[in-house]
C-alpha cells in the first residue's frame, strides 16, 4: 500500500489550504481503516494533528481544534485535512498514516508554510 499527500504550499496568516492522501490497494481496506494526519515542525516531535476512524468519528489537537476538519472519501480512498485560519505556528511537514489492526503505514510528508 502507498500513501501519496499532496496541497502543502506556502500560505499567508489566516489563510487556507487542504491537504489530501490518496490510499492505494483495496477499498475495503481503506474503509476499515483509521486514518491519521501527523505534522513536524522543525526542532520539534512528530504530533497527531487529527484523526477519523472508519465509522466516521474524529479527533483532533488542541492546538487546531475550530480551524481543521478531516474528512474522508471512500469511493476515492482519499483523506482530507481542510485547514483555515492557519497561523505561523502551522508550519510543519504534514504526514498521512494509516492504521490497521496492528499496523501503521505512513506517507510522504507535504510541506506547509504559514508565512506572518
Do not use: H
Not at 22 to 28: A, D, E, L, Q
Not at 55 to 61: M, N
Request: charged residues 15%.
Amino acid at each position: 500500500v502507498q500513501l501519496q499527500a499532496s496541497g502543502g504550499g506556502l500560505v499567508q496568516t489566516g489563510g487556507s489550504l487542504r491537504l489530501s492522501c490518496v490510499v492505494s490497494g483495496n477499498s475495503f481496506r481503506f474503509s476499515i481503516s483509521t486514518m491519521n494526519w501527523y505534522r513536524e515542525a522543525p526542532g520539534k516531535q512528530r504530533e497527531l494533528v487529527a484523526a477519523i476512524t472508519s465509522g466516521g468519528s474524529t479527533e483532533y489537537a488542541n492546538s487546531v481544534k475550530g480551524r481543521f476538519a478531516i474528512s474522508r472519501d471512500g469511493a476515492k480512498n482519499t483523506v482530507y485535512l481542510q485547514m483555515n485560519s492557519l497561523k505561523p505556528e502551522d508550519t510543519a511537514v504534514y504526514y498521512c498514516n494509516r492504521r490497521l489492526g496492528s499496523s501503521s503505514t505512513w506517507g510522504q510528508g507535504t510541506l506547509v508554510t504559514v508565512s506572518s
